[in-house]
């Protein structure tokens, strides 16, 4: 069973920056997917970022511009880079991995192992 541990993340202002680590307790089976969530006050996981193993990548058009996702497979390690942050960004994010996929799915129901979450919290 593949364990995810973030971290990063914590408080900023508006216009600053953050960045979340996810590293893999194990080298993931390809074809895969990792991606970021984020759940503010409310019933929806929201994606961010996804990337699957080929270097696909897809952001969510809230962060696009403003957000990074990259992967280090040779560390099994997903990283978010979120510069330009706004008060709007403020939210639990959630790594997560999706195994033997190839399309990275916008559905939290599709991903199999989550991480523990992490908050970020932007003031103005």
């Known amino acids: 069973q593949v364990k995810l541990v973030q971290s990063g993340g914590g408080s900023v202002q508006v216009g600053g920056s953050l960045r979340l680590s996810c590293v893999a307790s194990?080298?993931?089976?390809?074809?895969?997917?990792m991606a970021w969530f984020r759940e503010a006050p409310g019933p929806m996981r929201e994606v961010v970022a996804r990337?699957?193993?080929?270097?696909?990548?897809n952001i969510a058009d809230s962060v696009k511009g403003r957000f990074t996702v990259a992967r280090d497979r040779a560390r099994n390690t997903l990283s978010l880079q979120m510069d330009s942050l706004k008060a709007e960004d403020t939210a639990k994010y959630f790594c997560?991995?999706?195994?033997?996929?190839?399309?990275?799915?916008?559905?939290?129901?599709?991903?199999?192992?989550w991480g523990q979450g992490t908050q970020v919290t932007v003031s103005s």
């Open positions: 194990e080298e993931i089976s390809v074809p895969n997917c």
């Open positions: 997560a991995v999706a195994l033997e996929v190839g399309r990275c799915s916008p559905r939290p129901d599709r991903y199999d192992y």
């Open positions: 990337l699957n193993s080929d270097g696909d990548s």
